[in-house]
């Protein structure tokens, strides 16, 4: 932490020491808000979703697969996602694992999705994408209290409260979840507290907020069903701050991540630890160049430490610089954004890696075609954790994404409307999770790996309370150097969205899943089978109060993960929710 101080001062005095920047009217904001280059969820399409996790929300987005802790975008798990322009993402995951209990569907204003790009502003390990959430701003006293419970022993408990003073807005929100499980040793324990202050002094000239989350977990790891661990458990605590100022157009952020993992398997002698902290400063802005665009630039650095009771402590740091300028052709409908960005890292290869947009717009559809590299450094977890289940490797290199994308939104009507993405993602020295003998598996790099395929998404609007979204997505993931599938892409997924809401104050959500087969090793000799999941959510409000339930996995089918892990059977919570 020798660091932090520094880079929360330095947040700190941009806002104090800098004076507001005078701008004519309609020059607080570059000329192009909308570059038609990402997918963006409103409050409205996350309310009428009923979803009680993130997750939920971001399996409706074509090309998008989540999960309790992860979350992956044409087949990359390499996906940064900020709240309010912080890092959720854990420091201890093995693949940019994202802690999605910080953040409740509830409290999100926006959700935009950057497929396979924004590494050019947001850094390495963005091969995937990027995920901007923004959470509502609150001006008055308000606040609500979630509470669910279900079977396998499964209680949730949220409650948040955010009030304001002058121009002082603050919030604190505190939350525990606990299930038995639902196989053996699939029991886990969860708490997390969380605190934000935002402070205005001129409105949306100067504006400084800090914020704060604590999230401690304790589970069983119940391993494959073939290999199964009923003794392996694993206890993690991830603690992160952030200081973020603007000023005008600059923008500064200060961060400091740090968390902790303890895995152990008395039947096996396994007693392993893995801690790894990170601070971090990114300072941004904004110049208008031209009536016709903006030049963004900025410049990072991280200092990242890991330390464990099987390795010798480890450091490295990483600086970059980047720029892009954006030029808009309003009588051509057409934005073009070219950018370039430079990292330097301690440990591993300096790169340099462009990337650029094109957008051709019309009111009723848009084109737009993109380029991107960038790098996906092998995180400490991949390197060095040690489970019952997985062994370390230290010796992983860096990953190299080379991405193209075309895609195609049109509504040709204001009941329809549709995509089309294609993508072609090459990447070099891929790092993927591989099982081998008796379930014991380790992250290791592929040659060449190719990702081609591409996603169609439908929205159909019948009437004003009836409406059906569907997507659907083709993969596919191989090594270029043999053939071979890699492990854990699936070939086809589906997914299909029924909302209905017969009269006000009741609403019902009906969702069927598919997945095709995916292979589990390296010579895809080991397969985990296809399968078809429905699940149902239903709420009714009155007043301040909802009572809600949801069913997942209703006709109680025997599937399992990618991984191999088994799935849940049919499991179902009700709750109520209160807001004041």
């Not at 300096?350 to 737009?368: D, F, M, Q, S």
């Not at 090459?426 to 790092?431: A, G, P, T």
Request: with cysteine.
């Amino acid at each position: 932490m020798d660091l932090l101080p520094f880079c929360l001062l330095s947040s700190v005095l941009l806002v104090f020491m800098m004076q507001p920047m005078v701008v004519a009217a309609g020059e607080s904001e570059p000329i192009v808000n909308d570059h038609g280059d990402s997918i963006v969820l409103t409050a409205e399409e996350i309310r009428a979703m009923q979803a009680l996790k993130m997750p939920d929300v971001l399996n409706h987005v074509p090309g998008v697969k989540a999960g309790e802790s992860s979350v992956s975008i044409h087949g990359s798990h390499k996906v940064k996602v900020f709240v309010d322009g912080r890092s959720i993402n854990d420091p201890t995951s093995s693949h940019g694992g994202v802690n999605w209990d910080l953040v409740v569907p509830e409290d999100v204003e926006r959700i935009e999705i950057l497929r396979g790009k924004g590494g050019l502003a947001y850094g390495q390990d963005a091969s995937g994408g990027v995920i901007l959430i923004t959470t509502r701003k609150k001006r008055l006293v308000s606040g609500n209290v979630k509470t669910y419970t279900g079977n396998f022993g499964t209680i949730d408990i949220n409650v948040a409260a955010n009030t304001a003073f002058d121009h002082i807005v603050g919030s604190l929100s505190a939350g525990y979840n606990k299930t038995d499980g639902y196989t053996i040793n699939n029991d886990k324990e969860r708490w997390q507290a969380g605190v934000k202050l935002d402070y205005a002094p001129d409105g949306d000239q100067r504006r400084l907020g800090f914020s704060a989350d604590l999230l401690e977990d304790e589970r069983g790891l119940s391993g494959l069903p073939d290999y199964p661990t009923p003794f392996s458990r694993k206890e993690s605590r991830n603690a992160s701050m952030a200081m973020r100022a603007q000023v005008s157009r600059w923008t500064s952020q200060s961060t400091y991540n740090e968390g902790s993992t303890h895995n152990t398997d008395w039947s096996k002698g396994l007693d392993k630890t893995l801690r790894v902290s990170k601070v971090g400063q990114d300072l941004s802005t904004v110049f208008k160049t031209s009536r016709r665009g903006d030049l963004s630039c900025g410049a990072a650095f991280s200092w990242d430490r890991a330390s464990g009771n099987s390795f010798d402590e480890q450091g490295e740091y990483a600086a970059s610089l980047f720029a892009a300028q954006t030029f808009a052709w309003p009588e051509l409908s057409t934005t073009l954004t070219a950018g370039l960005r430079g990292n330097y890292h301690s440990v591993f290869d300096n790169t340099l890696n462009p990337e650029i947009k094109v957008v051709y717009k019309k009111p009723a559809w848009r084109l737009t075609g993109s380029y991107s590299r960038t790098q996906n450094i092998p995180s400490f977890y991949q390197r060095y954790n040690e489970t019952s289940s997985t062994r370390p490797n230290p010796n992983l290199a860096m990953e190299q994404a080379n991405n193209f994308s075309l895609a195609f939104f049109a509504t040709p009507h204001k009941a329809f409307s549709f995509s089309l993405t294609g993508f072609y993602n090459l990447l070099s020295d891929r790092i993927t999770y591989v099982t081998g003998e008796r379930g014991i598996g380790q992250y290791q790099n592929f040659g060449k790996v190719t990702y081609v395929g591409g996603d169609v998404a439908l929205d159909l609007k019948f009437s004003e309370g009836f409406k059906i979204k569907g997507t659907y997505t083709y993969l596919e993931a191989k090594d270029q150097d043999t053939g071979l599938w890699i492990p854990g892409k699936a070939q086809h997924t589906t997914n299909v969205t029924l909302l209905w809401q017969p009269w006000v104050p009741l609403s019902l959500v009906t969702v069927g899943s598919y997945s095709s087969d995916v292979y589990r090793d390296k010579a895809n000799t080991k397969t985990v089978p296809d399968y078809v999941i429905a699940d149902f959510r239903a709420e009714y409000v009155f007043k301040r109060w909802s009572l809600f339930t949801e069913i997942r996995n209703i006709f109680d089918k025997t599937y399992y993960y990618a991984d191999g892990l088994l799935a849940p059977p049919l499991t179902w919570v009700v709750g109520l929710n209160w807001r004041f």
